[in-house]
Each structure stands twice: as structure tokens, then as C-alpha cells.
């Protein structure tokens, strides 16, 4: 069966410091990988995605995201956070269907 | 500019009534997609459609219906709101088939149903 899971519901970084948001997923195949992100009162809007090739992957915002499919992670990390970051993010896994995550609330504190 | 429009943006209604929730796209996109959002929470697939004359039921059973005459239109309909109908509808579209292909989402429209 096909899943996604982020683990933290919420995530507080301090401004100018590192931020990662947790992503692991289940799926049979090659998978597809997305980050979108959300704020208030929006639809969500694509930061990034992994098909193939480098694991590595670099986004919108600054945001980038690593694949690992040794441990099925496709964590989101920026390398100084800003408090224009703070946003609902949501990773989304594609194989025969699109599943997303229950999203993490990340808060950037000034 | 090419974009996803969802109107209304914010709707409040009584129990019974029959709405329509317009979703439209200058993408010319062949897939597009419903989900139903409680604020802050998860996202759930209500409809989606491969193209025109094309829709699916999706992961969350819902009592809405879907219609895709045309390839940037795919209005939600609910015959007679109830307040567990109470959510944020999210209208997205994707450009194929692929499954690579990143969505893109309306703004949402916000119902009520008192």
C-alpha cells in the first residue's frame, strides 16, 4: 500500500537558523516525490519535486529537498530560515495515485 | 497569464440549499482534481477528471458530483448542503498524464453550511 508520512505535526526554528521538515513514505516502485506548501487562507503552491537523477533536488524559496531511498526519506531543508517561511508544508508521494501527508506547521520565530 | 480560479472564494449557506462550486483553469490541462481540506489539516480527494466527458471518484466518499464539458471547467456540485459539508474545496490540475507532474492549486473556496 502506498503512504506518506510526516511525523511532526509542528516544527519552531529560530530566524537565520537551519530548518528540515520530515517526510518518509511507502510506496512499490519508483516513486514520485512532492513538497507543496500552504499559507493561511491559500491553496497550496509546488516548492519542488524528485522524478530521477540527482538525490538532491532544489526548489522554490531556497527550499531543497534530498531522496533517500535507503531509508524512503524526502526530508525538506532550507539553510536559514526566514519568518516569511512560516507556512503549512505538505509532501506527497505519486505512484498509481497522489497522496499527500497530513502536513507540518512550520513557525519561524523572529 | 495562465492560472487556476476557484469562485466563490467564501460561501455561507442554509441547510438544503443546492451550490455550485466553479473551478476554472487557462492552462489547458487535461487532468484536473477536488479536495476537501479541513482548515490546517490533511488533504482528501473527493472527484478528479482525465479530460473532457472524463470523472472519477476519488479516495473520500462524497456526496458532491463533478461535470467536465469543457477541458477548463469542472464546477462541484452539491444537490442539498448539510453542515458536515462544512470544509475548504480545493480545485487543482496537472498538465498529462505523467505522473511526475506537479499540481497546481486554486485559492479554495471556504463553505459554511449552517
Known amino acids: 500500500a502506498q503512504s506518506v508520512a510526516q511525523p511532526e505535526d509542528q516544527v519552531n526554528v529560530a530566524e537565520g537558523n537551519p530548518l528540515t521538515v520530515k517526510c518518509t513514505y511507502s510506496v512499490s516502485g519508483n516513486p514520485y516525490l512532492f513538497w507543496y506548501v500552504q499559507y493561511p487562507n491559500r491553496g497550496l503552491q509546488f516548492l519542488l519535486k524528485?522524478?530521477?537523477?540527482?538525490?538532491l533536488v532544489k526548489g522554490s524559496y531556497g527550499f531543497e529537498a534530498e531522496f533517500n531511498k535507503s531509508q524512503t526519506s524526502f526530508h525538506l531543508k532550507k539553510p536559514s530560515a526566514l519568518v516569511s517561511d512560516s507556512a503549512l508544508y505538505f509532501c506527497?508521494?505519486?505512484?498509481?495515485?497522489?497522496?499527500f501527508g497530513k502536513g507540518t506547521r512550520l513557525h519561524i520565530l523572529p | 497569464e495562465a492560472d487556476i480560479y476557484q469562485t466563490p472564494r467564501y460561501l455561507v449557506i442554509g441547510t438544503g440549499k443546492k451550490i455550485t462550486l466553479e473551478c476554472s483553469q487557462t492552462m489547458g490541462h487535461d487532468k484536473m482534481y477536488w479536495y476537501q481540506q479541513d482548515p490546517g489539516m490533511e488533504l482528501h480527494l473527493i472527484h478528479y477528471?482525465?479530460?473532457?466527458?472524463?470523472?472519477e471518484k476519488g479516495d473520500l466518499s462524497s456526496e458532491s458530483t463533478v461535470s467536465r464539458i469543457r477541458t477548463e471547467h469542472f464546477p462541484l456540485t452539491l444537490e442539498s448542503a448539510r453542515p458536515s459539508h462544512t470544509s475548504q474545496y480545493l480545485c487543482?490540475?496537472?498538465?498529462?498524464?505523467?505522473?511526475?507532474?506537479?499540481?497546481?492549486f486554486g485559492p479554495g473556496t471556504r463553505l459554511t453550511v449552517l
Open positions: 487543482a490540475s496537472s498538465e498529462g498524464f505523467f505522473s511526475g507532474d506537479e499540481q497546481f
Open positions: 506527497a508521494v505519486k505512484s498509481d495515485k497522489i497522496i
Open positions: 524528485y522524478i530521477t537523477g540527482d538525490n
Open positions: 477528471s482525465y479530460g473532457v466527458n472524463s470523472t
